[in-house]
């Protein structure tokens, strides 16, 4: 009798541990990310939106100033600031470094990901602040700003067309 129950035991206890790795392999490649060319995926958004040419290339410099963020913390920037500061339409999208987590531990990208879009939600507060009394125009594109990510992915773009910019980031990276 103790030694069928020994038996059961370690029969049970390899079966749990088959189903938690299956499940954690399951898991992590429906939350990864295909690997798409970053400049494709960019034009791709861009391309959604309502006036691309009332942006221009954001530097560096305006990167950091903006949201606080480092260009070479990340894999890939683009960064599309308005042409004219009397407007809020803008369009970040930054991959985050692969830092060589094994499968399952994300938790640097997470962090990294976690910090781009609440640097992008600090970026919709000072601009509502900015254009609340004054720019009725403009509080609709903030209202409607979208910040996504997906993957090591992370997206915010405050533009007439937030929404089809969002669903072309998401067909991107299915």
């Known amino acids: 009798m103790i030694k069928s129950s020994k038996k059961l035991f370690w029969i049970t206890a390899a079966f749990l541990t088959a189903a938690v790795i299956l499940f954690s392999a399951l898991t992590v490649r429906e939350t990864a990310a295909p690997d798409v060319d970053p400049g494709e995926l960019f034009q791709l958004i861009l391309r959604e939106s309502a006036d691309p040419d009332n942006m221009k290339e954001g530097s560096a410099a305006k990167l950091k100033s903006l949201y606080g963020l480092d260009r070479d913390d990340y894999e890939a920037v683009f960064l599309r600031v308005p042409s004219s500061n009397m407007d809020a ?19 640097a990208s997470e962090a990294m990901i976690r910090k781009v879009k609440d640097a992008a939600r600090q970026r919709i507060e000072e601009l509502k602040n900015t254009f609340s009394s004054y720019g009725i125009d403009q509080m609709a594109l903030i209202d409607n700003a979208v910040v996504d990510a997906r993957g090591d992915w992370c997206l915010y773009c405050s533009d007439k067309n937030s929404e089809q910019m969002r669903a072309a980031f998401r ?3 299915k």
Do not use: Y
Request: proline fraction near 0%; hydrophobic fraction near 35%.
């Open 171 to 173: 067909k991107a990276l």
């Open 89 to 107: 339409q803008e369009l970040l999208l930054v991959r985050v470094k692969n830092s060589g987590e094994t499968a399952g531990d994300s938790s």
